[in-house]
């Protein structure tokens, strides 16, 4: 099994330009979530999904958007990056919730904005 | 609300000597409290979880960590570190409605020889 995959694992985008972030999982795992890990800030969840199908909004949700079409793959979508999008984005998934909501984590993708 | 408090930013230990990291959560209820580890350049691999039962509880790679309600705590403990234990570790617990887990801003650990 590989786990969780994140494509790409680097990235440098110019201010304005979009790119969509791609996640999936091999696990069969209901739960689904995207991460940005700031220096100083640890990891701050941008959305997550409970299902195929289904998306919500997590800490900070401005200025990104995610879709999750099929059950192993989640998209993270950058419409107009900003330099303060630079980070170290995380995917991760779980199975559901509780005790089973241990995450596997992505091994992430640097995403730098001039 | 719910959240997590990691108080120690850095800390350095000698190879071969203990180590404690701590850890406060603010939650109501039971909480569902996890341990990650982030080697550089690497994702996040869980150490050990809790929910409920003994308070002790032991994870992989040596480490272990107690849960004391009365402190709202869940420090994490080793007896003798490694140098490759050198890391950044995250306390989490989960969210009231069991949707995501929230993280405290980490501890680095750096290990001298």
């Known amino acids: 099994n590989a786990g969780v995959t994140q494509t790409p694992k680097f990235r440098v985008l110019k201010t304005g330009q979009s790119m969509t972030l791609l996640c999936a999982q091999d696990?069969?795992?209901?739960?689904m979530y995207w991460y940005r890990q700031d220096p100083g800030m640890g990891l701050r969840l941008i959305h997550y999904?409970?299902?195929?199908?289904?998306?919500a909004k997590g800490e900070v949700p401005d200025g990104y958007n995610v879709s999750r079409l099929k059950k192993q793959n989640f998209l993270l979508g950058l419409e107009s990056a900003a330099p303060s999008q630079t980070s170290v984005y995380f995917c991760?998934?779980?199975?559901?919730?509780?005790?089973?909501?241990?995450?596997?984590f992505g091994p992430g993708t640097r995403l730098t904005v001039l | 609300a719910q959240s997590v408090t990691q108080p120690d930013i850095h800390i350095t230990v000698s190879e071969g000597a203990s180590l404690e990291l701590r850890c406060n959560y603010s939650?109501?209820?039971?909480?569902?409290l996890f341990w990650y580890v982030q080697s550089p350049g690497q994702g996040l691999q869980l150490l050990l979880k809790?929910?409920?039962?003994?308070?002790l509880v032991q994870g992989i790679k040596g480490f272990e960590a107690e849960f004391k309600r009365s402190q709202s705590s869940f420090n994490l403990r080793k007896p003798s570190v490694h140098w490759s234990d050198a890391a950044e570790y995250f306390c989490?617990?989960?969210?009231?409605?069991?949707?995501?887990?929230?993280f405290g801003k980490g501890t680095t650990l750096s290990v001298s020889s």
């Open positions: 939650y109501g209820a039971t909480p569902y």
């Open positions: 989490a617990v989960q969210n009231q409605a069991g949707t995501a887990l929230i």
């Open positions: 999904s409970v299902g195929e199908g289904t998306t």
């Open positions: 991760a998934s779980s199975r559901g919730q509780g005790f089973y909501n241990e995450q596997f």
């Open positions: 696990m069969n795992h209901e739960y």
């Open positions: 809790y929910f409920s039962g003994d308070t």
